[in-house]
């Protein structure tokens, strides 16, 4: 059993930063695939980045790529996403969640068991 919490979320102006955090519970966060996923008012859950046990592998979203960042503190059992030229598009609850079936599911959205309350972030224009 894995439980996580969010937190960094808030309001930000375009072209701006933040650094959301997922802190988790439980002996066993090293060996999840960690993900990061948001929710846009009147949409679906996207997929946002994953980053495997080793650190080495991170995958993202292309709607990301290059801004975002996805990192992780096994010591610490946390995974954060800095989220760097933020626009109005990046406007979303940010969901942070583990997985157990694996790499190949993982980044594509499937197979993640435990997930996060979220955290709001807006971006303003």
């Known amino acids: 059993q894995v439980q996580l919490v969010e937190s960094g979320g808030g309001l930000v102006q375009a072209g701006g930063s933040l650094r959301l955090s997922c802190a988790a519970s439980?002996?066993?966060?090293?060996?999840?695939?960690m993900g990061w996923f948001r929710q846009a008012p009147g949409k679906e859950r996207d997929f946002v980045a994953a980053?495997?046990?080793?650190?080495?592998?991170?995958y993202y979203a292309d709607s990301v790529k290059g801004r975002f960042t996805v990192s992780r503190d096994n010591a610490k059992n946390t995974v954060y996403l800095q989220m760097n030229s933020l626009s109005p598009e990046d406007t979303a609850v940010y969901y942070c969640?583990?997985?157990?079936?694996?790499?190949?599911?993982?980044?594509?959205?499937?197979?993640?068991?435990?997930w996060g309350q979220g955290t709001q972030v807006t971006v303003s224009s």
């Open positions: 980053i495997g046990w080793s650190v080495g592998s991170t």
């Open positions: 969640a583990a997985n157990r079936a694996g790499w190949y599911l993982a980044v594509r959205g499937e197979g993640y068991d435990y």
């Open positions: 439980g002996r066993t966060f090293s060996t999840y695939v």
